[in-house]
């Protein structure tokens, strides 16, 4: 008889499942039931708390395995997203559990940043503007209707710009929008989908986010029966003082090992938030740096055609402003070929500014963006020269359209010609760049294709006032020598694709990317004092040269767009800055030898650990403060803040101490509920140092008592390094890498504390479709575990993928799951608890199928530890879940068409092992059974079934029925009057040419490595050209050496056995009545494809081969 049900407690009665829910939810309900029932029992037995353990024999620490996963951030509910990559944490933990390894999964809450605080500034601002509650002017219907009208025209104007240009089209949405499924978004009403609406003007306060929804995400994850030790858990910033000193400490360690510096940098930058703008404090452009541009400056000089349009342009080079020069200066990648460059391109409808500039008393013509931008720049750093005098400012003297800027007469430094004249381009892009564009048509196809359409076109250039003189003297100048290119690889490569308009972006795109590439690889220099050379050598010295000439600057901006959680589109800035030395040469050597030596450490995925790879050749200098957001105060210039990716690298240490400093239930640190009743202020350098750093003393005077250091301090060195770390793929160039980086810097004598392991996912989608509000499928954690219950919830996660391609959530997988384990559960109790004893057969005299159904357990138990130990928990739910319904399917058809009682032990056997074998995935379901079959302890602390080995002559065995009945059906099915009678016919021999095949299959076998040579079947033509004289043969032997290659991959060198290892006919008549059944025959024979009295047509029993019998 199960136990009685165990009271939940509180927290879990409040998340229990409202009452008179429809009948068609009664399974669901029932899972649910028992889930809060479990978790109540599991928080009474403390079944996830983990302490170090040590042999009491030996004192050798027991064996442990401790997994983080990146904590999230606590604007919000936790949603489907957060829980698929939980999943792989929740899972490796429960399974390295069950495997007997001492496992902790720990968890926090991240506050650290802009989101929180540009969210209450902005509900601040809302209830300002449009009063508490708010009334906002999208309520009239009228303005709604015309303000998603603005809006979907400013997306349609988006995506239209993107392929006029070829650009890829990329979504035009927030994060808030992607979630709320509106393009009007008030963080008003995003509370109030998460919040009673009377407790919202709380929020404009930042830190009550910290206090309400960390507290909630606790809960939310403990429905989901995440495993987690909930007394090391934390939130982060300076309203948690124990993780505060814990990351004061940190950058203390790193200042004096060197990695935190002060200077000038170059970093993505928010005018509006007046600081840096992070990964995590943008609403768009995750992931994007800075890009280097060299401005040219193309002097402007008297216009010489006496066209109208340039009066504004005349009287500015008249101007006191502008007489030491006015300049277009567009933004180039390629410095080096400023040689080759024949005119200048304008976007006659778009806007210029006349830009006074400081620095070099001239005149900028550009956009108001990259103006915008170049204000924040350093002109010269080293003298802390800017731009202009007054950072994030410059003044405008006058506007421009691009029609009044065509036709100008400029002086282009390193040109061939004296002369060159501004030419419209009508692709160009107004948000990339300064909006003018050089040309240079020898070695850009879009310039080269653009200017031959004027020369070709004169009505087209007379429509922009752009007279033959301007154009036709124009001819392309060769510059860079390309091998197999020529010396003006844009037209090659123009010529070759055929490309004849502007308008051929995909063609373009494609000659510009091979031109650029090979230019730059394969290029020499032609001209110049550099010609000769190779332009990879030659572009820096090109650069630097026009630089210190003033012929041109150094400009930067986002690689795309950015924009900041408070709605400001992001530009470029040299600010002074703490920054973290990521990319020093030795730092980052010990980091790559640490990551790309498999025995210290583990990537999972060879694309994953390629990314590495790859980010730690790119990952350079990383602004790692702000000037406001909350966070912890740098604790030598307390006027910066240290920012959200630089304060979440080693936590995963603090979490092996945590529950001495703040224990369960004091998320926020207060010192008042401190389990060993440490303060704040005691928690010094001394101490983090004694804790965390080999060859430190004991801290003198310290308050805290010497045995709760030592105690701390051997628990870190028990849990530390830290085995797996699970993460999205998208946090690998950021996140994951910087983790390595700071590791390796305070633990830089230790290697051996260094992470061990990450892995890393994709996405997930819901049906097919990723997520979003507007399509309905945008899934809370708690609603879908409400809708489903966590196991079959657990279940879907599970089966949706384990790769780092986006995974597939499907809602009818887990409502089958739902199906599944009540059906599985109800059979189980029905079996072993329900069922008259006498009613299954007991003893060690074990059937054909008996053994089979153990073989099988045994296989499957080894396969699915394989699996969920390489984190493929899809593939281990594919082992442990179907294919062992299917074996426990077939083996109760068996017996049951056989008349033949189920062995109780042989049941009972894989029962157990299936209990043990899901709880990994379905925990809740595990305990329940668990405890209804009367076993001892705590399914999730119940050891992983002990097997014996595979008997792979069984499992050929088991395969040769369930493969046979297989062909059988398929058979019956083609007969066109159904079949009442059958002979099965058994082969024991092989015919002589199979034989040969076999043979020459088992000499080309190596045994060692239990595989053939990777030229097999390149081998297998050779040696049927030579040794089967039938041409017919060859082909049948090449298909037949095919199949058996496949057979030999299942089962092993018996596969290639000559003679059929087991008996035949003596497993079929066994399963007679079995197979009778299965196929509705009155009458069922077996015999030998041989036997003269049968009588057999050749054209059956050609087809007969020993393990291939065949129904006749």
């Known amino acids: 008889m199960a136990p009685a049900a165990a009271a939940p407690t509180p927290q879990m009665s409040n998340l229990s499942l409202q009452g008179n829910a429809p009948k068609g939810f009664a399974k669901r309900d029932a899972l649910c039931a028992a889930e809060l029932s479990v978790q109540a029992m599991w928080e009474r037995e403390k079944a996830f708390e983990s302490n170090p353990s040590y042999d009491s024999q030996t004192g050798a620490k027991d064996e442990k395995f401790i997994v983080t996963f990146p904590y999230p951030y606590s604007n919000g509910h936790l949603h489907l ?73 400013a997306a349609k104007a988006k995506a239209d710009k993107a392929a006029a240009t070829g650009a890829k089209a990329k979504g035009g949405k927030t994060k808030l929008v992607q979630k709320s499924g509106t393009g009007i978004v008030r963080q008003w009403n995003i509370l109030k989908r998460m ?20 507290p909630i995400g606790v809960e939310h994850m403990k429905r989901f029966g995440s495993g987690v030790d909930w007394r090391r858990a934390f939130i982060t910033t300076s309203v948690n003082g124990y993780y505060d000193a814990f990351i004061r400490w940190q950058f203390n360690v790193l200042r004096e090992k060197g990695k935190v510096l002060f200077g000038k940098r170059n970093n993505v930058y928010s005018i509006v938030d007046g600081q840096v703008c992070a990964d995590h404090d943008r609403s768009e452009g995750e992931g994007v740096g800075p890009q280097e541009y060299v401005l040219i400056k193309l002097r402007v000089l008297d216009p010489d055609h006496g066209q109208a349009r340039h009066a504004k342009m005349e009287k500015l080079l008249t101007s006191d402003e502008g007489k030491k020069g006015v300049y277009l200066v567009p933004a180039t990648l390629r410095p080096e070929t400023m040689y080759g460059q024949t005119n200048c391109f304008i976007l006659p409808t778009g806007e210029y500014g006349a830009y006074y500039i400081d620095a070099t008393d001239e005149v900028f013509i550009m956009s108001a963006r990259s103006a915008r931008g170049l204000s924040c720049q350093a002109y010269d750093a080293a003298n802390d020269v800017y731009f202009t005098k007054e950072f994030g400012k410059i003044t405008c003297l006058e506007t421009f359209t691009g029609d009044e800027l065509l036709g100008l007469p400029l002086k282009a430094p390193n040109a061939t010609y004296e002369k060159v004249y501004t030419l419209p381009l009508l692709t160009i892009s107004m948000g990339k760049g300064t909006g003018v564009v050089t040309s240079v048509p020898s070695d850009a196809p879009d310039d080269y294709v653009a200017l031959k359409a004027l020369k070709d076109k004169p009505d087209f250039a007379a429509k922009y006032g752009i007279t033959p003189d301007m154009v036709d003297p124009f001819e392309v100048v060769p510059i860079i020598t390309i091998e197999g290119y020529g010396d003006a690889s844009a037209v090659f490569m123009c010529e070759k694709l055929g490309i004849t308009s502007p308008n051929e972006k995909a063609k373009l795109t494609q000659a510009k990317d091979e031109t650029y590439l090979k230019g730059f690889t394969l290029g020499v220099m032609n001209v110049g004092p550099y010609s000769g050379k190779k332009v990879s050598e030659a572009k820096p010295l090109i650069k630097d040269e026009m630089i210190a000439a003033g012929q041109a600057h150094l400009y930067f901006e986002p690689e795309s767009k950015v924009v900041s959680r408070t709605n400001d589109e992001c530009v470029v800035a040299s600010t002074d800055q703490w920054y973290l030395a990521y990319g020093e040469e030795s730092w980052c050597s010990a980091v790559k030898k640490h990551v790309l030596d498999s025995e210290t450490f583990n990537a999972y995925d060879a694309t994953s650990l390629e990314k590495y790879g790859a980010t730690l050749d790119w990952l350079k200098e990383w602004a790692c403060t702000r000037q406001f957001g909350l966070g912890t105060f740098l604790p030598w210039d307390k006027q910066w803040v240290i920012e ?45 140092n004694y804790i965390y750093r080999k060859g430190c003393s004991l801290p003198r005077g310290s308050p805290i008592p010497s045995e709760t250091l030592t105690k701390m301090r051997d628990e870190f060195r028990y849990w530390y390094p830290m085995d797996l770390r699970v993460s999205a793929k998208d946090l690998i160039p950021n996140h994951l890498t910087m983790a390595l980086y700071n590791h390796a810097a305070v633990w830089d004598d230790e290697p051996d504390l260094w992470p061990r392991g990450y892995y890393t996912n994709g996405h997930i989608m819901v049906d097919a479709e990723k997520m979003s509000k507007s399509k309905g499928n945008f899934l809370m954690m708690l609603e879908t575990v409400n809708n489903y219950s966590a196991d079959a919830t657990r279940f879907a996660c599970a089966d949706a993928g384990d790769t ?67 984190m493929q928990f899809r593939e281990g739910l594919q082992k442990g879940w179907f294919e062992m319904m299917i074996a426990k399917n077939q083996y109760k058809s068996w017996c049951q068409d056989s008349g033949i009682a189920m062995h109780e032990g042989v049941v009972r056997k894989w029962i157990e092992s299936l209990i043990i074998l899901i709880c990994t995935i379905c925990p809740h379901w595990s305990e329940t059974l668990w405890k209804d079959l009367g076993k001892e302890g705590l399914a999730v602390r119940a050891p992983w079934p002990t097997v014996s080995e595979e008997n792979k002559l069984l499992t050929r065995q088991a395969k040769f029925l369930r493969d046979s009945l297989k062909n059988f059906r398929t058979t019956a099915g083609k007969a066109k009057k159904g079949w009442k009678t059958a002979t099965i016919l058994v082969a024991k021999d092989y015919p002589q040419w199979k034989i040969d095949a076999l043979i020459w299959m088992q000499s080309m076998y190596d045994k060692d490595s239990a595989s053939f040579p990777n030229t097999f079947m390149k081998d297998l033509k050779g040696w049927t050209s030579t040794n089967v004289s039938d041409k017919k043969k060859i082909k049948l032997t090449m298909q037949f050496v095919s199949f058996m290659k496949r057979e030999v991959d299942d089962v092993g060198e018996m596969g290639m056995d000559i003679k059929c290892p087991f008996d035949q006919i003596a497993i079929l008549n066994e399963s007679l009545a079995y197979i009778k059944a299965q196929l509705n025959l009155e009458e069922l024979n077996v015999g030998s494809v041989d036997d003269s009295d049968l009588a057999v047509p050749e054209r059956t029993s050609q087809n007969v081969s020993p393990g291939k019998p065949v129904m006749w």
């Open 644 to 688: 959200s990716l630089s304060d979440s690298t080693i936590y995963m240490a603090y979490y092996t101490i945590a529950h001495y400093l703040q224990g369960e239930n004091n998320l926020n640190g207060d010192e008042s509920k401190s389990p060993e009743n440490i303060k704040v202020v005691d928690l010094t350098d001394d101490v983090f």
């Open 195 to 214: 919040v009673p609406e009377d407790e919202i003007p709380q929020f404009s306060d930042p830190t009550h986010w910290l206090k309400y929804f960390p």
């Open 804 to 870: 780092l391609d986006d995974a597939n959530f499907s809602r009818d997988t887990a409502n089958a799951a739902i199906v599944s384990l009540s059906n599985e559960a109800a059979w189980i109790k029905e079996i072993l608890l329900e069922t008259d004893k006498s009613n299954l057969r007991s003893g060690d005299d074990l059937n054909f199928m008996d053994k089979v159904l153990d073989n099988e357990t045994n296989r499957l138990v080894k396969a699915t530890e394989d699996c969920f130990a390489g």
């Open 81 to 153: 997203g957060h829980a698929f990559s939980l999943t792989k944490a929740v899972f490796r933990a429960q399974f390295e559990r069950n495997r007997g390894k001492n496992s902790l999964f720990p968890f926090a809450f991240h506050c650290t940043g802009m989101p929180i605080q540009a969210a209450a500034n902005k509900l601040t601002s809302e209830m300002k503007l449009y009063g508490t509650p708010p009334k906002f002017p999208e309520e009239d219907p009228k303005i709604r209707a015309q303000m998603e009208a603005d809006l979907a025209a």
